[in-house]
């Protein structure tokens, strides 16, 4: 019964390094997101995806890109990390667009850019 | 731009007692509010949510309560228990994004 699934958990990357954040879903979901977490803050929408070959911008984007080429996984790639990257990623996933209790998440990938 | 504001970082209730969780919001378009709970560690999960159509929704001992007119929803949680110490995110729905508050951390004291 896994759900939603990342990987890595913890990484510590130094700046201008690029890296990929994996995720993966087995609910057979349309739509996937990407959010980032800041010590105090709210979680902020990153990239999300409505399905396979489409993704679109989130709230906060730059720095970031993203690529959905199977239903399954949703990549978050970092291209030349900065400290402001430092933050915790969540990768989530759902079925409808329209009800928000079916927003699932993984448990998180802590990423400290140093 | 916050459009989604829980203006309490934190709250402290003894057990037994009511919790409120208030959360303010900006936009009149959004079409779902919700509530998540994130233990450490842990990825946020689903608590409860509330149309924009209706003013209350209840499930067990969580209620939550939506005043549009005031762009403004709140969480009651009766009786509050140890367990449901936790850090709540109020988020609100429009077009499938969820937009985040900055969460209350909540301690229920024995």
């Known amino acids: 019964n896994a759900g939603v699934t990342q990987t890595p958990k913890f990484r510590i990357l130094k700046i201008g390094q690029s890296m990929t954040l994996q995720c993966a879903q087995d609910m057979n979901h349309n739509y996937m997101y990407w959010y980032r977490q800041d010590p105090g803050m709210g979680l902020k929408l990153i990239y999300y995806s409505v399905g396979a070959g489409i993704t679109d911008k989130g709230e906060v984007p730059n720095g970031y890109n993203v690529s959905r080429s199977t239903t399954e996984y949703f990549p978050l790639r970092l291209e030349l990390a900065a400290p402001s990257q430092t933050s915790v990623y969540f990768c989530a996933s759902s079925y409808s667009l329209n009800s928000g209790n079916t927003i699932y998440f993984g448990e998180g990938s802590w990423l400290t850019v140093v | 731009d916050q459009q989604v504001k829980q203006n309490s970082p934190s709250l402290s209730v003894q057990e037994g007692r009511i919790s409120i969780l208030n959360c303010d919001y900006t936009n009149s378009m959004f079409d779902y509010f919700l509530w998540y709970k994130k233990y450490p560690a842990e990825g946020p999960t689903f608590l409860i949510s509330i149309s924009s159509i209706k003013d209350k929704n209840e499930d067990g001992r969580f209620t939550v309560f939506l005043n549009k007119s005031a762009k403004h929803l709140s969480l009651h949680i009766v009786p509050s228990q140890p367990g449901d110490s936790a850090v709540y995110f109020c988020?609100?729905?429009?077009?499938?994004?969820?937009?985040f508050g900055q969460g209350t951390e909540l301690s229920v004291k024995p």
């Open positions: 988020a609100a729905q429009r077009g499938g994004k969820l937009i």
